[in-house]
């Protein structure tokens, strides 16, 4: 089952946020996160607030979990309108989880219609679901897209039947594949497929296999993440047991260098460490906002929001969440307010893994000098940092946590 929220500072029962979070808003990006907590299995390395209609039981479900999406979103509309200014529209949309298509396209697109209801759409917003294979079809993705998603992003994991195996996913090698195709064909120009690397038992030649496989789907997309063996999983308790090896360092450093080699060769580039894209136009918007120090409103059970300089999260479980919505009181469990320097140094930890870096000034002089040693040690671009900008190199991306802690 999910852990326990953070702890925090009470957040207020009416949403409200401090007139400081106010200041600025709408002059930088604005997008809205949605947490579809509902999951037909769980994952044998998943970690993330989701729940199965075993887990649920009577509660919770799908309807009570859009009326209070519906609450929620008016009250997070209400509580930025508060400082008598403009609510801004949002500029991405990312509605995850879970198995957002487990709600079907008709409900996901009256997820779009509430949002545009209550903050609003510009008018190129980019607006993307997330998506198991085994739960879409050619009809789904017709359905979405004419419901106003413009960007899907499907859970591939491997190609390899004996890696899904062992991360306990119920899809079917090719069936990833498949639905990429379906979503083009349905009309979306911008799809992407979802990589883990370094799941035990998982060989090279299982993820060149994998690699094929996602060119073979003619994606503009690609995220590639190494396994994480969380705390409370089932893989955590079987690699415990002994039963399966804690996934090696050094091997998933040989595995990312196939990764972006392989995307590489046929352009797609990375612009932040686990992603890699055709172009611009292709990068996940609403990511660079996570990453470049953008606001937004995250909505759903466990979801976590941020806005001038204040963050939050909602409470877990779909029922309280839902509960809580209809006595018209804010869902948010506890939040905490960054100060200052919290805000250097989140800005430091995010910025430095794009492409186009972090600026030299975002650091302290110690950090400078840092950043100058790193330069010499090949972690960080030498032609870069003349410039004024800390950028990583290729070996760089292999020690990108390692080098944030050096500039700290």
């Known amino acids: 089952m999910p852990s326990q929220p953070p702890p925090g500072e009470p957040a207020p029962p009416d949403g409200s946020l401090p007139a400081s979070a106010l200041t600025g808003l709408g002059e930088r990006p604005f997008g809205v996160y949605v947490h579809v907590p509902f999951c037909a299995t769980r994952c044998g390395y998943c970690d993330f607030n989701t729940y199965t209609a075993d887990e649920l039981g009577s509660s919770g479900g799908f309807a009570d979990w859009l009326d209070g999406l519906r609450a929620e979103l008016d009250l997070g509309a209400r509580a930025l309108a508060a400082g008598g200014g403009t609510v801004p529209a949002a500029r991405t949309v990312f509605v995850g989880g879970g198995t957002p298509s487990l ?71 090719g069936r990833a594949v498949t639905a990429a195709r379906e979503a083009r064909a349905a009309g979306f120009e911008h799809v992407n497929l979802d990589l883990i690397y370094g799941t035990p038992g998982e060989t090279d ?64 580039r990375w612009y932040e460490v686990s992603n890699w894209a055709t172009g611009d136009a292709a990068r996940c918007a609403h990511n660079l906002g996570y990453w470049q120090g953008g606001d937004w409103w995250g909505a759903g059970p466990g979801a976590h929001s941020h806005v001038g ?55 302290t002089a110690d950090g400078v000098l840092a950043a100058k040693q790193a330069a010499e040690d090949g972690l960080l671009r030498p032609d870069a940092l003349s410039a004024g900008r800390c950028v990583l190199t290729d070996r760089g991306r292999l020690l990108a946590d390692a080098v944030v802690q050096r500039l700290l």
């Open 103 to 173: 709600l079907g396209a008709e409900r996901l697109s009256s997820v779009v219609s509430a949002i545009r209801d209550s903050f609003g759409l510009t008018a190129d917003a980019e607006i993307t679901t997330e998506s198991n294979p085994e739960s879409t079809s050619p009809e789904f993705f017709a359905g979405i897209r004419e419901g106003g998603y413009n960007r899907v992003s499907l859970g591939m994991q491997s190609a390899a039947e004996h890696v899904l195996r062992v991360l306990e996913r119920n899809h079917t090698p």
């Open 309 to 363: 300089g204040v963050r939050w999260w909602n409470v877990k479980h779909p029922a309280r969440y839902s509960a809580l919505l209809a006595e018209g009181r804010s869902p948010a469990h506890a939040r905490e307010l960054l100060d200052t320097e919290d805000q250097r140094v989140e800005r430091i930890m995010l910025e430095l893994r794009v492409a186009e870096g972090l600026p030299l000034s975002a650091l």
């Open 205 to 268: 030649d299982d993820l060149r296999a994998s690699l094929r496989a996602v060119l073979d789907a003619g994606v503009d997309h690609v995220s590639a993440y190494s396994l994480i063996v969380e705390d409370g999983t089932a893989m955590a308790r079987k690699v415990r047991r002994g039963e399966l090896p804690m996934p090696d360092e050094d091997v998933l450093a040989d595995r990312y260098e196939i990764i972006d080699s392989t995307l590489a060769e046929v352009g797609l």
